[in-house]
């Protein structure tokens, strides 16, 4: 139910022809980790919404989210070299949110893995891979990580609005919060 139909890989991975500055891999795991905690706490505050008095709003965040899934799922598999499943940056089919929650969950611990694991010599290696309306495409796997962290970010946001709508707060899922969250020493 969460994915569609198959797009090719556009082979191996290619050069870069840039010098982009690059982050040190501890910041990626943190931003992997606090986009994790930051969804966790998003699904948690929307399935404490109201979906029988709000149904409209509950579709929309569910359709805002999925589509940010969708897209993890496609990143995940350029930067696995692997073809995936989707014809679209969101499937036809609106999943139920426990399912999607789990979804996600399970995709926030591949790349917070991958993340952790990725060679620092590996971030400006080049990607090349096809978008799922046919244009090809070529990014870092530190670009890729990049937008896949600010993809999430934005959308949580438009998600979070959504929420304001039903009379409901999204979560104040800032950075510094997560930062502090994990490491209240910081607030000293």
Known sequence: ???Q???????PEAPMTHEAPSLAPSNL??????KAWA?????????????AAHPAEVHDAIRILNHVYVVDRIFKAHLEG?????????TKATPSLQALTDAVKEVDSWYLAYAGNLAPSLLQEGVRFAFTDGDTGV?????????IINHGTYHRGAAGQVMRSASAAPPHDLYTRFLHAVQPE???
């Open 82 to 90: 692997l073809a995936h499943d989707y014809a679209a940056t969101n």
């Open 1 to 3: 139910m969460l994915s």
């Open 39 to 51: 969804n966790e706490e998003l699904f948690g505050a929307l399935a404490g919404l109201d979906a």
């Open 139 to 147: 990014m870092s796997r530190e670009e890729i990580l990049l937008h």
């Open 186 to 188: 910081r607030r000293q």
């Open 29 to 34: 795991r943190s931003l992997f980790a606090y």
């Open 5 to 11: 139909r198959h797009s090719p890989s556009n082979g």
